[in-house]
Structure formats: structure tokens, C-alpha cells
């Protein structure tokens, strides 16, 4: 007989029925949990409007005195706080001698950076996108709330080990001191060492007046605040006041919820490192002639077909990773962005946006659609998330004939973007097999329909790194370009061709291998000019030549990657070539790390982990012509 299932309530009723025995002992009247539950309650009473006598404000000068462990910026903080439910907040706040404040009025949200003159105002009633002037953002704020239910929050200071440790004045006031920390039961219930917090409550009040939290480690933090409780403050006092002469971009309430929403996820969520290698491959999921596979642990896509088909697979085999990397790109990376440039993101990728799409392919823009469409997402974020390469920093080599010991054809890309954002956990091998040009691997990331690292079923491999010429953007993304050069090209002449004849953007530089000659070229490229430099050639950017090698980074990086090929010049096989791309070669953005073999379709993948910048973990080992003739496997898993 199959075991019976446990009752899904079963684990929160043994867990609160332990704490209620936890806590069996404790009087009723003044003992530490019984100040602590007390000033619980009155916080959240306050928190939610729930006062005995008329509304109040909550004002409160906040001091961070002690920050070893927090990031070096905090160090000094002081923020002043003034809240009053169910809808009004305001908090500004200087440190490092920088001062922003935000702020909600109502169904308003507004961000201010008076030393950058720069506010953005989310208000309903504004469209969401330029390119959609009709649709107009009809978001409504709920009031605020508890974080969690009144009983969890009982449960949870159940919990807690609450001592108290006399009584204390500050400023006058008399204050109870608890020194706080979880159950000793329930750190090894949870497996966790814990720290220990202490809180000065005043008596007349519960308001915290300090804080004090150490983990035994590495943190040790003190806040000290100076509470008030007033009579509320009148409705202009809660409204974004800019000077005259500040920009003060209106847009639409939903890209600040959506900010709010993404922003804590992109630098707490985690990539895990990949276990040993095991050759293990597994069906996924099917769509149309589209599959997904696991295959050693990674995601490969095999998409076949027109753009639209090729879209629609996407978007269905990949819809989580597709909206999760939209909303970390656009949401969480790109509205952050806007703070720290002083410029509303949106402003500037949708007039980016109008530059571009009149010299791009209309198939690629149908792809995106499709993608959207399947993914049930809106056409102008999938649209808008595949602009987000044009600021890649990285670095690319070619190496074959006399600099190799084995006489492959050698070529390695490093990308440094973005690490740590969630890009890496959704990574993608896609392979390629449009009902037009060549067959092509892509490796990039899920909703990403352009190129920045890929190779074609005729042993034509690119890599690009970017420079300047930032909002130069008339002419054909740098993405599309890379993927033109992966369908049309069959020789690298042909690529060379692809590329100088396009309309170009900004400034990129690329290195593009042709495996059957075991030629190789660095392009120098902006929207006016357009430079080959040939094996053994250099170039004011990259002064040391070597015989059958193109190498390209910048600064530090390029010589380091020189003195090594100059090192092992002759005695480069596999190996030694991916040791190539390892730091300081690479930066610590290191996302992702690629060496093709394009005489014989061989190519090594390796992405950024939680713990690893990518040249520095495992790579996954693929062939181009074995992905392209192999049939899906007989088994089939949820994913």
C-alpha cells in the first residue's frame, strides 16, 4: 500500500502547536514577550489606522550610528520618515553626501534627486508606452497593510527569545530594554545560527527609540530614531515639492509598482553552480517543431521555422524565463537606472526604440511579437527587453596555426554584463533552424531574439564587444546585425560584407572566425567608419600583433590577454584556450564565457553562479552538427 499523504496544514499545526509549548511558561503581565507583543500590536494598530483616538502621523528621524557589514554607501545615514494610513508615506533620506526622497500620495507615487534636479511622478491615466498612446494605465494603490497576518505575527514572536535587561534613559525618556533572538528550539528546528537584536521601547509610547542587531559574525548595526506622533499632516505636505527648474518626468503608475515589486528580487535571487558533469539529456517540453531539452543541466532550445513559429515556441517552452528576465531588464535594471542617470529609463529606450525599428527586419520584430503573444506579455516590453545589449563590455580572441598545438581553430568570447540580476538563471543554448538561411546555435538568454555570441552550421563564429557612442541609434541594432551576419554569411568575407555594408550603431568591435580557412578578423565599427584589422595587424586600440591570432579587449585586460598568448603561444589546445578568458581577462561582471571550435562545430558554454564569474565555472560541452541532426529523447519531464 502507498503511504497516505500528510494533511497540508499538518506542518503549521505541529509548528504552532510547539510554539504554544514554548511558550507555556511565560507569565502574563509586563514579562519581556508581553512588552514586545504589546509594542507589536501598537505598531501594527498604527500601521493600519487602528488607533484608539483620532488618525495620526508617525514622524521619526532615523540614524544609522553603527553599519559595519552593510554596504559602505549607508555609513552615516540619516532618514526621515512620516507616515499616516491607510495611504500616505514620505521618506527622504542623505548619505555619502547624497540626498533622494520618495513618497506616496494616495494613488500617486513620486521619487525625488534634488542634487540631480530629477523627479519621476507615477500618477493612472498616463500610457503606458509611447508606442501605445491610447492605452493608459488605470493602476489603484491598495491602502498598506501588514506584511503578514496578526497571527503569524503572534506565531513569530513566539518564537523569539525575548530578555529583558532594565530599564534605560534616553533623552529623557525611560525606556525598556529587550535584547532579542529566536528560540534556541527554533534555530536548530530551522538550522540556523541566528543573531541577536536589542530594542529600547519607551515606556509611555512602545515607539522604538534604538536598534541594535549583530549576527556574531560580520554584521553589528545600530539604528537610533527619534519617533513622534502628531496630528495629521495636511494633504500638500505628502506632494512632491521640485524646484522650478527640475525635471520632473510624469509616467505611468505601474513601472514604479512594477520597480518596487522587481527591484528586491534581481539581488536576492540566487544561481546555483552546476554539478558535475554527467552527459544526462531529457525532453522538457514540445511546441510545434520546437522543443525544450535539458542536457547536462542547461536549457537547450531547438526552435525551426518562420520568425512567427520560431517566436510562438519561445514564448510557450520558455514563458517563465521570459517574463522574469523582462521584468529584471526593464523593471528592475532599467527603472533603477533612472535614478542613477538621472533620466527616466522608458523616455530613453522607447526613443531608442523610434530610431531603430525602421532599419530593422521585419521578421525579427514578428518574432518578438510572437514571443509576447505566447508568453502573454505585452509586445512593447518584449520589444523594448531585447534592446538591453547595448552596453556590453567584454573581450574576444581567435586563435589557429602556428599559436595552437593541436591546429584547431580557437575562438573565445567573454561576456561582462550585468552579472547577478537573474540573466544567468535563465540562460539558454538556442538552436536554430529558420525556413530561411543558415542553421545556427545563439547563446543568450530567454525573449532574446539578436546575437551577441553564436556560430553557424558553416563554422562562423562572432563575438562583439561594445564601446562608446551611446545614443547613436539610427541603424540596425547591434543584436540583429550579429544575427545577419549567422544567416547570410557562409564565408568570412561574407560577414565582413554583412556588416560593413548595414546601417551600424554606436561603436562595437567585433572577432569573426571563419573554421573552414581558419581565417579570422577584428572589426572596428561605428555608424561612419568601419575597420578590418587581419592577423598580425595592429591597431591604435590594440598595438601587439601576433602571427594567426586576433585578439581584442581594452585597457588591462588586453595586455594581460596578450602576455598570455605571447606566454603560451604554440601550446594552445582546448583547455588552454578557455584558461585564457579567466580573470583578470574577464572582469568580476563576468556573465558568461564561450570558446567555439568552428573547423568542427565544437563549442564550450560556461555561465555566471551565485558563487562563480563564468570563466571560473563548469563548462558545458556541445557540438553544432550533432544538436542540429539529433532527435528529441524518448522521455519526457516537467520542467
Given at each position: 500500500m502507498a503511504p497516505r499523504q500528510l494533511p497540508s496544514r499538518l506542518p503549521l499545526f505541529v509548528s504552532l502547536v510547539a510554539l504554544l509549548w514554548l511558550a507555556r511558561a511565560a507569565p502574563a503581565e509586563e514579562s519581556p514577550r508581553h512588552i514586545l507583543s504589546d509594542a507589536v500590536a501598537r505598531w501594527a494598530n498604527l500601521a493600519e489606522g487602528r488607533q484608539a483616538s483620532a488618525p495620526q502621523t508617525l514622524s521619526a528621524r532615523i540614524k544609522l550610528v553603527k553599519s559595519d557589514g552593510l554596504p559602505p554607501e549607508l555609513a552615516g545615514l540619516v532618514a526621515d520618515l512620516a507616515y499616516q494610513a491607510p495611504d500616505r508615506l514620505r521618506l527622504s533620506g542623505t548619505a555619502s553626501g547624497f540626498t533622494a526622497s520618495a513618497g506616496r500620495d494616495g494613488n500617486t507615487l513620486w521619487v525625488y534627486e534634488p542634487q540631480k534636479k530629477f523627479a519621476v511622478l507615477g500618477k493612472n491615466g498616463v500610457p503606458f508606452f509611447k508606442a501605445e498612446p491610447n492605452r493608459l494605465d488605470d493602476t489603484l494603490l491598495p491602502p498598506f497593510t501588514l506584511p503578514i497576518s496578526r497571527l503569524k505575527l503572534s506565531m513569530f514572536i513566539l518564537a523569539l527569545d525575548a530578555q529583558q535587561e532594565g530599564i534605560e534613559k534616553i533623552d529623557g525618556d525611560d525606556c525598556d530594554v529587550l535584547r532579542i533572538g529566536l528560540r534556541s528550539q527554533i534555530r536548530e528546528l530551522l538550522g540556523v545560527s541566528g543573531g541577536e537584536?536589542?530594542?529600547?521601547?519607551?515606556?509611555?509610547?512602545?515607539?522604538?527609540?534604538?536598534?541594535?542587531?549583530?549576527?556574531?559574525?560580520?554584521?553589528?548595526?545600530?539604528?537610533?530614531?527619534?519617533?513622534?506622533?502628531?496630528?495629521?499632516?495636511?494633504?500638500?505636505?505628502?506632494?512632491?515639492?521640485?524646484?522650478?527648474?527640475?525635471?520632473?518626468?510624469?509616467?505611468?503608475?505601474?513601472?514604479?509598482?512594477?520597480?518596487?515589486?522587481?527591484?528586491?528580487?534581481?539581488?536576492?535571487?540566487?544561481?546555483?553552480?552546476?554539478?558535475?558533469?554527467?552527459?544526462?539529456?531529457?525532453?522538457?517540453?514540445?511546441?510545434?517543431?520546437?522543443?525544450?531539452?535539458?542536457?547536462?543541466?542547461?536549457?537547450?532550445?531547438?526552435?525551426?521555422?518562420?520568425?512567427?513559429?520560431?517566436?510562438?515556441?519561445?514564448?510557450?517552452?520558455?514563458?517563465?524565463?521570459?517574463?522574469?528576465?523582462?521584468?529584471?531588464?526593464?523593471?528592475?535594471?532599467?527603472?533603477?537606472?533612472?535614478?542613477?542617470?538621472?533620466?527616466?529609463?522608458?523616455?530613453?529606450?522607447?526613443?531608442?526604440?523610434?530610431?531603430?525599428?525602421?532599419?530593422?527586419?521585419?521578421?525579427?520584430?514578428?518574432?518578438?511579437?510572437?514571443?509576447?503573444?505566447?508568453?502573454?506579455?505585452?509586445?512593447?516590453?518584449?520589444?523594448?527587453?531585447?534592446?538591453?545589449?547595448?552596453?556590453?563590455?567584454?573581450?574576444?580572441?581567435?586563435?589557429?596555426?602556428?599559436?595552437?598545438?593541436?591546429?584547431?581553430?580557437?575562438?573565445?568570447?567573454?561576456?561582462?554584463?550585468?552579472?547577478?540580476?537573474?540573466?544567468?538563471?535563465?540562460?539558454?543554448?538556442?538552436?536554430?533552424?529558420?525556413?530561411?538561411?543558415?542553421?545556427?546555435?545563439?547563446?543568450?538568454?530567454?525573449?532574446?531574439?539578436?546575437?551577441?555570441?553564436?556560430?553557424?552550421?558553416?563554422?562562423?563564429?562572432?563575438?562583439?564587444?561594445?564601446?562608446?557612442?551611446?545614443?547613436?541609434?539610427?541603424?540596425?541594432?547591434?543584436?540583429?546585425?550579429?544575427?545577419?551576419?549567422?544567416?547570410?554569411?557562409?564565408?568570412?568575407?561574407?560577414?565582413?560584407?554583412?556588416?560593413?555594408?548595414?546601417?551600424?550603431?554606436?561603436?562595437?568591435?567585433?572577432?569573426?572566425?571563419?573554421?573552414?580557412?581558419?581565417?579570422?578578423?577584428?572589426?572596428?565599427?561605428?555608424?561612419?567608419?568601419?575597420?578590418?584589422?587581419?592577423?598580425?595587424?595592429?591597431?591604435?586600440?590594440?598595438?601587439h600583433a601576433f602571427a594567426d591570432s586576433v585578439l581584442m579587449s581594452a585597457g588591462e585586460r588586453y595586455e594581460t590577454l596578450c602576455q598570455r598568448v605571447k606566454s603560451g603561444y604554440g601550446g594552445f589546445d582546448a583547455d588552454a584556450a578557455r584558461d585564457l578568458m579567466t580573470r583578470p581577462v574577464c572582469m568580476t561582471s563576468n556573465i558568461q564565457a564561450v570558446l567555439f571550435e568552428p573547423d568542427t562545430l565544437d563549442f564550450w558554454v560556461a555561465n555566471a553562479n551565485s558563487k562563480q564569474v563564468a570563466s571560473a565555472a563548469r563548462y558545458t560541452h556541445y557540438n553544432l552538427r550533432n544538436l542540429l541532426k539529433s532527435e528529441p529523447p524518448r522521455s519526457r519531464f516537467e520542467f
Open positions: 537584536a536589542k530594542l529600547w521601547l519607551r515606556k509611555s509610547d512602545r515607539l522604538p527609540l534604538r536598534i541594535t542587531y549583530a549576527d556574531g559574525r560580520r554584521v553589528d548595526v545600530r539604528v537610533d530614531i527619534e519617533p513622534r506622533l502628531t496630528h495629521p499632516l495636511s494633504e500638500e505636505d505628502w506632494k512632491l515639492h521640485a524646484a522650478p527648474d527640475d525635471d520632473v518626468e510624469t509616467v505611468a503608475l505601474a513601472h514604479l509598482v512594477k520597480f518596487i515589486n522587481v527591484a528586491p528580487k534581481v539581488f536576492t535571487e540566487k544561481a546555483e553552480p552546476l554539478g558535475p558533469s554527467t552527459g544526462e539529456r531529457r525532453l522538457i517540453a514540445t511546441e510545434g517543431n520546437g522543443r525544450l531539452e535539458m542536457i547536462d543541466g542547461t536549457r537547450v532550445l531547438f526552435l525551426k521555422g518562420s520568425s512567427r513559429q520560431m517566436g510562438r515556441q519561445q514564448g510557450k517552452l520558455l514563458d517563465k524565463q521570459v517574463h522574469q528576465i523582462c521584468d529584471h531588464i526593464l523593471y528592475g535594471v532599467g527603472v533603477g537606472s533612472s535614478f542613477e542617470k538621472g533620466k527616466w529609463f522608458f523616455g530613453e529606450i522607447e526613443g531608442a526604440e523610434a530610431r531603430l525599428e525602421p532599419f530593422m527586419d521585419k521578421r525579427y520584430l514578428a518574432e518578438m511579437d510572437a514571443i509576447a503573444d505566447a508568453a502573454d506579455m505585452d509586445r512593447q516590453e518584449a520589444r523594448l527587453a531585447n534592446f538591453f545589449p547595448e552596453l556590453f563590455h567584454c573581450s574576444g580572441f581567435s586563435l589557429w596555426g602556428k599559436a595552437t598545438r593541436d591546429g584547431h581553430m580557437y575562438h573565445g568570447r567573454v561576456l561582462d554584463y550585468l552579472k547577478g540580476v537573474g540573466l544567468e538563471q535563465n540562460a539558454v543554448v538556442m538552436v536554430y533552424q529558420p525556413d530561411y538561411g543558415n542553421a545556427w546555435v545563439n547563446l543568450g538568454y530567454a525573449g532574446f531574439i539578436g546575437s551577441v555570441s553564436a556560430m553557424n552550421e558553416k563554422g562562423i563564429s562572432i563575438g562583439e564587444m561594445g564601446g562608446r557612442g551611446y545614443g547613436d541609434w539610427d541603424g540596425k541594432p547591434m543584436a540583429e546585425l550579429v544575427r545577419e551576419v549567422m544567416e547570410k554569411s557562409n564565408t568570412l568575407e561574407d560577414a565582413i560584407r554583412v556588416m560593413r555594408d548595414s546601417p551600424r550603431t554606436c561603436q562595437y568591435y567585433y572577432v569573426i572566425s571563419d573554421g573552414k580557412t581558419k581565417q579570422a578578423v577584428g572589426i572596428a565599427a561605428t555608424p561612419t567608419e568601419f575597420t578590418v584589422v587581419h592577423a598580425g595587424e595592429s591597431f591604435p586600440q590594440l598595438p
